[in-house]
């Protein structure tokens, strides 16, 4: 079984939509991050989470502990947000595991 | 004042050669990292250092060794290149698990 799983694979939505992506993971763990990857490669560090929820612009986080699921929300979703998200975490052995990705597409 | 550099951001190579990519960061942040991302774009850790002592060391070949001369930098050096490293390659620093940055990538393709 995989560690984290991430939902859905691909997202495709129009100007607008609230977006949610899923991060469901089996272990225990200390932090967890959501990056974002653009077309062109690059990757930004978005969030990190140990518990509850953060908010910058947009973009919001939220992570259970107990349930072991961690949400990223995007609010008025605009083409710009096209890009790659993906959620990882340190475990307690202290090994990075990153998720498989969210590939989002908005539609003007 | 870019925060994590990377070079070259493209290296084409033969098989077997030996090369080095570059990374230094400027965000007097204690821990470096490679990672590595495949032709599916899945990312993975290959090696972090804290203070100059390895902390993380992924089952990656050891053709593939990190060097880090001091805390702001730490490459990435590569022997005997094979098809298979042919990827792109992210540097990245955090201080303890904050403030993570990544830098630009660099495209490694070996022909």
């Known amino acids: 079984k995989n560690e984290v799983e991430q939902s859905p694979q691909n997202l495709t939505a129009q100007e607008g939509e609230f977006i949610t992506i899923n991060c469901s993971y089996s272990?225990?763990?200390?932090?967890l991050h959501w990056l974002q990857q653009h077309p062109g490669g690059g990757i930004v560090s978005l969030f990190m989470?140990?518990?509850g929820k953060k908010k910058h612009g947009r973009l919001i986080a939220t992570i259970n502990i107990q349930e072991k699921h961690s949400s990223l929300h995007i609010t008025a979703s605009h083409p710009r947000d096209s890009a790659v998200y993906i959620c990882a975490f340190m475990n307690r052995d202290d090994k990075i595991i990153f998720g498989k990705g969210t590939r989002l597409h908005i539609l003007p | 004042d870019t925060a994590v550099s990377q070079t070259p951001k493209y290296l084409v190579t033969q098989m077997g050669n030996d090369k080095s990519i570059k990374c230094e960061q400027n965000?007097?942040?204690?821990?470096m990292y490679w990672y590595k991302q495949d032709s599916k774009k899945f990312l993975k850790i290959m090696f972090s250092y804290n203070n100059k002592e390895l902390i993380i060391n992924e089952t990656v070949p050891n053709r593939f060794s990190p060097k880090s001369p001091d805390k702001a930098h730490l490459n990435l050096h590569i022997n005997s290149l094979e098809l298979g490293d042919s990827a792109v390659y992210f540097c990245?620093?955090?201080?303890?698990?904050?403030?993570?940055?990544f830098g630009s990538g660099t495209r490694l393709t070996v022909v």
């Open positions: 272990v225990g763990i200390s932090a």
């Open positions: 989470l140990s518990s």
């Open positions: 990245a620093s955090s201080l303890g698990q904050v403030g993570y940055t």
């Open positions: 965000l007097g942040h204690d821990t």
